[in-house]
C-alpha cells in the first residue's frame, strides 16, 4: 500500500512531442505528490508538485494531471526538448517526512 | 539548485574496508536525509535527522552507520559492506521534514 507505481520505464520520443509519464498509488492518505527531475551525474531535483484539492497543475511546459478517484497522476511535458532528457521520478506523501518514490523514468528526446 | 555538496563522487571500497561519506549544506536547512539510489528501483530512504536527532532508521543494516554532528553536516559511515551494497548514495536537505528535498550529486559506491 506504501507503494508508488510508474509506467513506463522508458520513453523514446522526438523533439515538439508530448511525452507522458505515469504513477498510481493505493495509500489515499496521501496528500502530496511531487515530480522531481533527475540528469546523469546530478541529484534529483524537484520540478514540480501537486496537492490533491486540485485536478492539474501547469509550470512552464510542464503539467501534472491528479485523478483522485483513480488514484492516478501524470506528468505531461509540452514541446519536448532534446534538453528534458533525463530520469523522471514521482513521489507521495502524508503527513508524516516520508516521500516513497517510483522506480523512474528514462526519458530522451530526441532532435 | 546545488548548495548540498557530496564527498567523494566515487568511491571503490573492498568488503572488509571502513569508509565514509560526507555530505554538507549550506542552505540553512534543518532536515538531513541520506538516500539509496539503485538502478530500476525506487529511492530509498535510509536515515532521515532533523534538527541532529535521527528520526528515522528505515530498517537500515547497522553496516551503515550515520552520523549528524550538526544541522549542516552529515556522514556515513561504511563498515563490512556487501557487493549488493554498491550503489548510488544521496544527500538531501530540507527547511524541515516534508518540505521539499535539495539533493546532492550523490556518491557512487562500488564495492568488490
Known amino acids: 500500500q506504501q507503494q508508488v507505481k510508474q509506467s513506463p520505464q522508458s520513453l523514446i520520443v522526438q523533439k515538439g512531442g508530448i511525452p507522458i509519464i505515469n504513477c498510481a498509488y493505493e495509500?489515499?492518505?496521501?496528500?502530496?505528490f511531487p515530480w522531481y527531475q533527475q540528469f546523469p551525474g546530478k541529484g534529483p531535483a524537484l520540478l514540480i508538485a501537486?496537492?490533491?484539492?486540485?485536478s492539474e497543475k501547469k509550470e512552464g511546459r510542464f503539467t501534472i494531471s491528479f485523478n483522485k478517484s483513480a488514484k492516478q497522476f501524470s506528468l505531461h511535458i509540452m514541446d519536448s526538448q532534446p534538453g528534458d532528457s533525463a530520469t523522471y521520478f514521482c513521489?507521495?506523501?502524508?503527513?508524516?517526512?516520508?516521500?516513497?518514490f517510483g522506480t523512474g523514468t528514462r526519458l530522451q528526446v530526441f532532435p | 539548485e546545488t548548495g548540498v555538496t557530496q564527498t567523494p563522487r566515487h568511491l571503490v571500497m573492498g568488503m572488509t574496508n571502513k569508509k565514509s561519506l560526507k555530505c554538507e549544506q549550506h542552505?540553512?536547512?534543518?532536515?538531513m536525509y541520506w538516500y539509496k539510489q539503485s538502478a530500476k528501483k525506487p529511492l530509498e530512504l535510509m536515515f532521515v535527522?532533523?534538527?541532529?536527532?535521527?528520526?528515522e532508521n528505515n530498517s537500515v543494516p547497522s553496516r551503515f552507520s550515520p552520523e549528524c554532528p550538526n544541522s549542516s553536516h552529515l556522514f556515513l559511515h561504511l563498515h563490512t559492506l556487501q557487493p549488493e551494497d554498491s550503489a548510488l548514495y544521496l544527500c538531501?536537505?530540507?527547511?524541515?521534514?516534508?518540505?521539499?528535498?535539495?539533493f546532492g550529486s550523490g556518491t557512487q559506491l562500488s564495492v568488490l
Open positions: 542552505l540553512g536547512h534543518n532536515a
Open positions: 535527522y532533523n534538527f541532529k536527532e535521527q528520526t
Open positions: 501537486i496537492r490533491p484539492d486540485v
Open positions: 513521489a507521495a506523501s502524508t503527513g508524516t517526512d516520508k516521500l516513497i
Open positions: 538531501a536537505s530540507s527547511p524541515s521534514p516534508r518540505e521539499k528535498l535539495f
Open positions: 495509500n489515499t492518505a496521501f496528500d502530496y
